[in-house]
């Protein structure tokens, strides 16, 4: 094989005493358990100002392992969890894998039609639903076949005063028996039923997290014992400042890999305190910093986009943020210099933490740590995480500062997609040196000093009718880097004349303080016209109230192409709408 992947260069970023340090081969839950066994009496979780300590949190895990057994719950079965991060369903993640039992997470802000699918494929017959979302079981009940829907509530954790509080603020009308209970009725199981410990194994699949499903159905991804456990230790071990005791907002949701792998079990397992926020409006953001003053935070680039607008923080002292942390999508470079000055303005001691990773990977292959940083890069891969880059059409491996498809080995790999072995062989091949690599279908380089640098991907490139290839994110790098611009998707148009092929076009969402929207574009089209070369230009520019976000914060792209592929530019004037 190639140099990158022999020579691991990336390894003299790390403390030398990290390097050799060997991953735990251990249940996730054991791990949890393990790494905080004498920290009992700390804060483990901070949830609407109460605090549970680790050992209230791993006794009230062993309870309800208790009480899923007492239902019948045993090792390889699975339980769909249709809810977001309350105490409760982090218990349950944590009890079934001791029981050896696997959490099929789904996002409750899924259709009807998905929800159903995804409980029935997965073959549960048991659901644990968040009361908000019972109108969508409701429509399903008789089809999905559950033995039990155990209903849970944000205010299940509460002091009684705040739990009556919010459930007059959420009362959805629920006929419960039948199999249908509360979270309470269900813990009293807890006293008749006995969890069966199951040994280790580190292939033994502990969730099921889908994929955003832009493109059809959404993809299970299996997670296991060894690839969660193997990014929380790389987090633990990469040198990143922190104490114990300190605060990590959490507000990606647990049913996507990078909520329940970066966002719940690494800040567990780092001996730090998670203060839970399970309901997250992006535009809340700001207002939870200033609320929580957490040390540690991860997000997607969009949402620190809308931070960076909110006059919350204007003017405060950030300097208690330690790290704040991007990935779940690709930051272009344009806001990636706008949040490294407002890191600046607001006395932060470390510039961005960003990373890259799939949820195929538990989230994480790369990061940027503390000092650790160049700009435009992705940073460098975790410890326990092998990348390189390879040629997508001879699928030789590509030497340093060569541009190829970007592709990771390790123990942070997903066991495949459930139920779908095409697409895993797709993902998932096995290479000349004997391992299973992930194609990330992202492009790239590696630098001679193991930083990585994202180019764009593969499928999201706009061929020219001159068979010229432009990536969108050089454009919208370009873009966002205007103070004017608060963010900006490029797309690929149809060629007016009918012709094979298809030409870039800029859609901005712009500052409130904008008066003028297409004056504003046309000096946007001019620059662009002047600084990018010339076929990476984008044929117009043209303002929109808003860049809609997927569920997961990120930019929505493929609902601006299905909007405006067919949009005939001919009507464009210097590049704008008149």
Same mark, same amino acid.
């Given at each position: 094989?190639?140099?990158?992947?022999?020579?691991?260069?990336?390894?003299?970023?790390?403390?030398?005493?990290?390097?050799?340090?060997?991953?735990?081969?251990?249940?996730?839950?054991?791990?949890?358990?393990?790494?905080?066994?004498?920290?009992?009496?700390?804060?483990?979780?901070?949830?609407?100002?109460?605090?549970?300590?680790?050992?209230?949190?791993?006794?009230?895990?062993?309870?309800?392992?208790?009480?899923?057994?007492?239902?019948?719950?045993?090792?390889?079965?699975?339980?769909?969890?249709?809810?977001?991060?309350?105490?409760?369903?982090?218990?349950?993640?944590?009890?079934?894998?001791?029981?050896?039992?696997?959490?099929?997470?789904?996002?409750?802000?899924?259709?009807?039609?998905?929800?159903?699918?995804?409980?029935?494929?997965?073959?549960?017959?048991?659901?644990?639903?968040?009361?908000?979302?019972?109108?969508?079981?409701?429509?399903?009940?008789?089809?999905?076949?559950?033995?039990?829907?155990?209903?849970?509530?944000?205010?299940?954790?509460?002091?009684?005063?705040?739990?009556?509080?919010?459930?007059?603020?959420?009362?959805?009308?629920?006929?419960?028996?039948?199999?249908?209970?509360?979270?309470?009725?269900?813990?009293?199981?807890?006293?008749?039923?006995?969890?069966?410990?199951?040994?280790?194994?580190?292939?033994?699949?502990?969730?099921?997290?889908?994929?955003?499903?832009?493109?059809?159905?959404?993809?299970?991804?299996?997670?296991?014992?060894?690839?969660?456990?193997?990014?929380?230790?790389?987090?633990?071990?990469?040198?990143?400042?922190?104490?114990?005791?300190?605060?990590?907002?959490?507000?990606?949701?647990?049913?996507?890999?990078?909520?329940?792998?970066?966002?719940?079990?690494?800040?567990?397992?780092?001996?730090?305190?998670?203060?839970?926020?399970?309901?997250?409006?992006?535009?809340?953001?700001?207002?939870?910093?200033?609320?929580?003053?957490?040390?540690?935070?991860?997000?997607?680039?969009?949402?620190?986009?809308?931070?960076?607008?909110?006059?919350?923080?204007?003017?405060?002292?950030?300097?208690?943020?330690?790290?704040?942390?991007?990935?779940?999508?690709?930051?272009?470079?344009?806001?990636?210099?706008?949040?490294?000055?407002?890191?600046?303005?607001?006395?932060?001691?470390?510039?961005?933490?960003?990373?890259?990773?799939?949820?195929?990977?538990?989230?994480?292959?790369?990061?940027?740590?503390?000092?650790?940083?160049?700009?435009?890069? *992705?940073?460098?891969?975790?410890?326990?995480?092998?990348?390189?880059?390879?040629?997508?059409?001879?699928?030789?491996?590509?030497?340093?500062?060569?541009?190829?498809?970007?592709?990771?080995?390790?123990?942070?790999?997903?066991?495949?997609?459930?139920?779908?072995?095409?697409?895993?062989?797709?993902?998932?091949?096995?290479?000349?040196?004997?391992?299973?690599?992930?194609?990330?279908?992202?492009?790239?380089?590696?630098?001679?000093?193991?930083?990585?640098?994202?180019?764009?991907?593969?499928?999201?490139?706009?061929?020219?009718?001159?068979?010229?290839?432009?990536?969108?994110?050089?454009?919208?790098?370009?873009?966002?880097?205007?103070?004017?611009?608060?963010?900006?998707?490029?797309?690929?148009?149809?060629?007016?004349?009918?012709?094979?092929?298809?030409?870039?076009?800029?859609?901005?969402?712009?500052?409130?303080? *904008?008066?003028?929207?297409?004056?504003?574009?046309?000096?946007?089209?001019?620059?662009?016209?002047?600084?990018?070369?010339?076929?990476?230009?984008?044929?117009?520019?043209?303002?929109?109230?808003?860049?809609?976000?997927?569920?997961?914060?990120?930019?929505?792209?493929?609902?601006?192409?299905?909007?405006?592929?067919?949009?005939?530019?001919?009507?464009?004037?210097?590049?704008?709408?008149?």
């Amino acid at each position: 094989m190639g140099r990158i992947s022999e020579e691991k260069i990336w390894m003299k970023q790390f403390p030398e005493e990290e390097r050799n340090l060997k991953m735990p081969r251990m249940k996730i839950y054991s791990y949890l358990k393990d790494v905080n066994k004498n920290r009992l009496d700390t804060t483990a979780l901070h949830y609407y100002g109460k605090n549970i300590t680790y050992g209230q949190l791993i006794r009230q895990i062993d309870e309800v392992a208790n009480a899923y057994a007492a239902l019948g719950v045993k090792a390889g079965d699975t339980v769909s969890l249709l809810s977001a991060s309350t105490p409760e369903s982090i218990m349950t993640v944590y009890a079934l894998n001791k029981i050896g039992a696997i959490t099929n997470a789904i996002d409750p802000r899924q259709n009807t039609e998905f929800i159903e699918k995804m409980i029935k494929d997965s073959g549960s017959k048991i659901l644990v639903v968040i009361n908000i979302a019972w109108p969508k079981v409701k429509k399903i009940k008789e089809s999905i076949r559950q033995d039990y829907i155990i209903v849970q509530s944000a205010s299940t954790s509460l002091p009684l005063f705040k739990r009556i509080a919010m459930n007059i603020a959420v009362r959805p009308k629920i006929e419960y028996g039948g199999g249908v209970m509360t979270w309470n009725d269900f813990m009293k199981n807890s006293r008749r039923g006995t969890a069966i410990e199951v040994d280790y194994k580190g292939d033994n699949v502990v969730a099921i997290a889908y994929t955003g499903g832009t493109t059809g159905f959404p993809k299970g991804v299996m997670l296991t014992n060894d690839s969660i456990n193997s990014v929380a230790f790389s987090f633990k071990h990469c040198g990143i400042v922190y104490e114990k005791g300190e605060r990590f907002l959490g507000i990606m949701p647990i049913f996507s890999s990078y909520g329940l792998v970066c966002g719940i079990h690494m800040p567990l397992t780092m001996e730090i305190e998670l203060a839970l926020i399970p309901k997250f409006n992006p535009s809340d953001l700001a207002k939870h910093i200033k609320k929580y003053r957490p040390n540690h935070l991860i997000s997607t680039p969009a949402f620190y986009e809308m931070m960076m607008q909110d006059p919350i923080l204007k003017g405060m002292d950030l300097s208690f943020l330690k790290t704040l942390g991007s990935g779940g999508d690709t930051m272009n470079e344009g806001l990636e210099a706008k949040l490294g000055e407002f890191i600046k303005e607001h006395n932060m001691r470390y510039p961005l933490c960003q990373g890259y990773g799939m949820s195929e990977l538990s989230a994480a292959a790369s990061f940027c740590v503390n000092d650790r940083y160049k700009a435009g890069s *992705v940073g460098v891969p975790c410890l326990t995480t092998t990348v390189s880059v390879f040629d997508p059409e001879t699928g030789e491996e590509l030497d340093y500062n060569q541009q190829g498809e970007i592709c990771m080995t390790g123990p942070s790999m997903m066991k495949g997609y459930f139920n779908n072995p095409e697409e895993t062989a797709h993902v998932m091949r096995l290479h000349d040196d004997g391992k299973v690599w992930i194609h990330s279908g992202d492009i790239g380089y590696i630098d001679e000093d193991g930083f990585i640098f994202i180019k764009g991907r593969v499928k999201r490139m706009i061929t020219r009718p001159d068979g010229h290839k432009v990536f969108p994110v050089i454009i919208e790098s370009a873009i966002n880097a205007l103070p004017s611009v608060i963010n900006c998707v490029v797309i690929g148009v149809n060629n007016r004349d009918g012709i094979q092929g298809q030409w870039p076009m800029a859609i901005v969402q712009l500052a409130e303080e *904008v008066d003028d929207a297409a004056k504003e574009c046309r000096k946007i089209f001019k620059l662009c016209d002047a600084t990018l070369e010339e076929r990476g230009k984008p044929v117009g520019v043209i303002p929109i109230d808003e860049i809609p976000l997927t569920g997961m914060g990120k930019n929505d792209y493929r609902a601006l192409e299905k909007q405006y592929r067919k949009y005939d530019y001919k009507t464009l004037v210097d590049g704008t709408i008149q």
